[in-house]
């Protein structure tokens, strides 16, 4: 049922190239969610996220310092491998300094004909930010119609809104099964299912969607739900992880990632002003931990909200190693956890994951987890 | 040994005021809330005129430095760090933020004393660090926190009016925060004067380090790294303004006649990053090769304001009142304060590898450097940003570079017998010998 958003993750470089084929459109390389599709699908251009590989490389040392995360090295590892070179065109969406480093040495060493730098607001909470990011999509449309030679009309953004809403829409319909006391679907089915909406054409997505949803109510799964997890963190598309972890039964039945819920939680609201409705939606999203930085931790309350909804028993707290927003979130994070009674297990992540070693850890925590529904 | 020509030197005659005025800074601070005063923290970039319009008794403690402080003292560092990890927090975030934090966690103020609460935080954001610094201290103090973000591209890269306007209209709504926090009205024309010192003050600095592009360098960057420091104190105190003007005369007067900083100077090194603080005797090891640090992008631009040109080429730029700027208005002030502070070199830095190479190489010919010793600084990912990327782009300009790992705030990370095996290996490389 999940086989063609396996498919897609798996040969994400592959589809692009063919979809470059098909339709002799451009590509974008892309970092971070907060880079505003809608705004490239009504350019007709594709974007796709950047992700890393989880294959060790030696040809970061040169490029980056050690002390930048995983994720980053990994992705620079694949800009220089020439996994990307297809790409027709490269942007950032200001978010970490990390990300920022991927996108600097990617214009130096390996420029594409578009290279695009968007300082998103950090005070999203600021009154002042809506206008400001719908100011800063103006200048990105006149820089994308001067690369593309197409005018982007009100009609084109409509279609993009479009596009996205309804890919947002369906794979909450999706995370809704996820509640249920047995979800008919994995934490790995449902990262296959989330990482490949940032690969693939959101319109080949949403018939993918519409197909699953028909036919997942109604699945019947050959194993237990078992303890319901949620896991909470950084870029995470450690399929493997994830198996182990659901190996030993037990279910991730909901996430706070940007590859997973945090990326498509919320939809553009219709408004006359398209740039200041789309702009209303990355403001208003759940959070990524470089865009939370008011008394208010609203990222924490989204999570708990999220975690109470999923009757989640455990959290798995995920860092890529290095990630200094994460690292300042995480101490309070699992306090405000352990506060509403969820026991929380944290484990920093590298560029492949040593399961040997995470299974035995995982193992203790989930007996801990079974320990605390023994009647004494 | 008798070959090496050799300047004249003579001590710095403002060093002792440079001392005095530190430890006034600090103490005012200390001392704010039991005198009625109001005392507030925010980072170096925080607009600091903006509290400073709200009356003469509004004293700052700026984090950065006062965390640089605390990393000058390992011991009572390592009480900070450790207070802060026993809690859970990783010691590889932000140095400076952890000795902040564990300075407040065990309640205990570098200078002396409990850590003086603050009535407030102002910060401004631009890293993935700052904005959430404030964000938790504010929830241990209890205390309100405004953060106005600058996180937008440096202007001398791009100027788009919805940046500067998105962040003077928080400049607005800060002001308006702290009127609500502190029961005072902002002093539009004190808030006018601290703008046009504010400017003078930065501008001033940027004058001062261009002097060093002179043979033999006035200044080496052990002292400056003492000097530079009011820049992000409290910019737009008269007192400041007047110790720059005459820190200016002085190294004016030292160049016109002839006075180093390093009598053996032969070798001239521009560096990167902050330093280690609880290590800058490595500075002084240097001069024993004849070597003389110029400065980085960093010492001069952190807060020295420069006009950047399209070939990168830096030069002062001129204070508001010198480049005939009237501010009349409350709009006026945020507004040229705003523009002024967006045009740092050191955003760089923080935005991307390519800019801060350019800038980078560029140092190195205006001020006639020979190699550049580089600082791995695992205490700030702000100013590591693109580091091994500055270094290629130094050594196809033809500069020999060392690098070394360290920590600005955190002693750990430094392993001062292997940096200095280094430097012999490096200064070895170049031809030189230790002189004496």
């Not at chain 1, 208010?296 to 109470?308: D, G, I, L, Y």
């Not at chain 2, 241990?140 to 998105?166: A, S």
């Not at chain 2, 360098?217 to 009011?230: C, G, Q, T």
């Not at chain 2, 991307?352 to 800038?359: E, G, I, R």
Request: aromatic fraction near 12%; glycine fraction near 6%.
């Amino acid at each position: 049922m999940f086989d063609q958003f396996k498919n897609w993750y798996e040969n994400r470089h592959e589809y692009a190239k063919e979809w470059k084929a098909k339709t002799g459109g451009k590509v974008m390389a892309y970092m971070c969610t907060y880079v505003p599709e809608e705004i490239l699908y009504a350019a007709d251009v594709l974007p796709i996220r950047v992700y890393g590989s989880h294959e060790a490389s030696d040809l970061t040392e040169q490029h980056i310092f050690g002390m930048y995360c995983p994720f980053c090295r990994d992705c620079v590892a694949q800009v220089m491998e020439g996994r990307y070179d297809y790409a027709d065109g490269v942007m950032i969406s200001q978010s970490c300094l990390h990300m920022r480093q991927v996108y600097s040495s990617w214009e130096i060493h390996k420029p594409t004909e578009f290279m695009y730098y968007m300082p998103f607001p950090i005070a999203v909470e600021s009154k002042h930010a809506r206008p400001h990011l719908a100011a800063e999509f103006k200048i990105f449309i006149e820089a994308v119609e001067k690369w593309t030679g197409k005018k982007i009309t009100v009609q084109d953004l409509d279609r993009g809104i479009e596009i996205l809403n309804k890919n947002r829409e369906l794979m909450r319909e999706v995370y809704k099964l996820r509640l249920l006391d047995n979800p008919p679907l994995t934490g790995v089915e449902c990262m296959h299912m989330t990482s490949s909406s940032q690969m693939v054409d959101k319109r080949e997505h949403n018939q993918a969607l519409e197909k699953l949803l028909k036919e997942l109510p109604s699945r019947k799964t050959d194993r237990e739900t078992g303890i319901r997890l949620m896991i909470v963190g950084s870029e995470c598309d450690d399929i493997e992880f994830m198996e182990m972890v659901e190996s030993l039964n037990s279910t991730f039945v909901a996430d706070d990632h940007c590859t997973g819920s945090r990326a498509f939680w919320n939809s553009v609201e219709p408004e006359e002003d398209r740039l200041l409705a789309i702009a209303k939606r990355y403001l208003e999203r759940p959070p990524c931990p470089t865009k939370d930085a008011t008394k208010n931790f609203v990222r924490f309350h989204h999570v708990m909200e999220m975690a109470k909804e999923a009757k989640v028993e455990g959290a798995v707290i995920i860092q890529q190693k290095f990630c200094d927003p994460h690292e300042i979130d995480i101490p309070l994070l699992r306090k405000r956890f352990e506060d509403n009674g969820i026991r929380t297990y944290f484990l920093e992540l590298d560029v492949t994951v040593p399961i040997g070693q995470f299974k035995i850890r995982i193992e203790a925590f989930l007996e801990m987890l079974r320990a605390d529904e023994l009647p004494f | 040994m008798s070959d090496i020509k050799r300047y004249k030197t003579e001590p710095l005659k403002c060093w002792g005021k440079a001392k005095e005025l530190r430890a006034k800074y600090y103490r005012e601070y200390q001392e704010a809330r039991s005198k009625g005063g109001i005392c507030w923290s925010g980072g170096a970039e925080a607009i600091d005129v903006i509290p400073y319009a709200f009356g003469d008794d509004v004293h700052a403690l700026t984090a950065e430095p006062y965390a640089a402080a605390i990393a000058f003292d390992p011991e009572f560092a390592h009480k900070c760090e450790s207070a802060l990890e026993s809690k859970g927090w990783a010691r590889d975030m932000c140095a400076y933020m952890r000795n902040y934090w564990g300075s407040v966690l065990i309640d205990e103020y570098a200078f002396g004393g409990p850590f003086p609460k603050p009535h407030f935080n102002l910060q401004s954001g631009f890293c993935c660090t700052h904005a959430k610094w404030f964000q938790v201290l504010s929830l241990w103090e209890d205390v309100p926190y405004f953060n106005i973000d600058i996180g937008t591209i440096p202007f001398w890269k791009e100027e788009h009016p919805n940046r500067l306007q998105y962040i003077v209209d928080q400049m607005q709504d800060s002001i308006e925060f702290i009127e609500k926090v502190t029961g005072r009205k902002c002093d539009d024309e004190r808030l006018i004067e601290g703008v046009y010192n504010d400017s003078r003050t930065t501008s001033l600095w940027a004058k001062i380090t261009e002097l060093n592009q002179n043979t033999p360098a006035p200044l080496d960057e052990k002292s400056m790294y003492s000097l530079y420091v009011f820049t992000t104190l409290d910019r737009a105190r008269k007192e400041f303004v007047d110790f720059y003007e005459e820190l200016y005369a002085e190294t004016k007067d030292r160049v016109e006649r002839g006075i180093a900083a390093l009598a053996t100077e032969r070798l001239r090194l521009m560096s990167d990053s902050q330093p280690p603080w609880a290590f800058l005797r490595v500075w002084r090891y240097l001069e024993q090769f004849g070597v003389v640090s110029t400065g980085s992008i960093y010492t001069i631009g952190l807060e020295g304001v420069w006009d950047i040109a399209d070939d990168w080429s830096l030069t002062p730029r001129e204070d508001l009142k010198s480049r005939g700027v009237e501010l009349k208005t409350r709009e006026d002030a945020l507004r040229a304060m705003a523009d002024w502070h967006m045009r740092r070199p050191i955003y760089a830095m923080f935005y991307n590898a390519d800019w801060k190479s350019k800038l980078m190489v560029q140092y190195a010919k205006q001020w006639n450097c020979d190699a550049a010793m580089l600082h791995l600084n695992r205490g700030c990912e702000g100013t590591s940003l693109g580091i091994m990327e500055n270094r290629t782009a130094l050594i196809k300009a033809g500069l020999p570079v060392l690098t070394y790992e360290g920590n600005m705030g955190d002693d750990r990370d430094f392993d001062e017998g292997r940096t200095v095996a280094r430097i012999d290996t490096f200064m070895e490389s170049l031809g030189l010998n230790k002189l004496t």
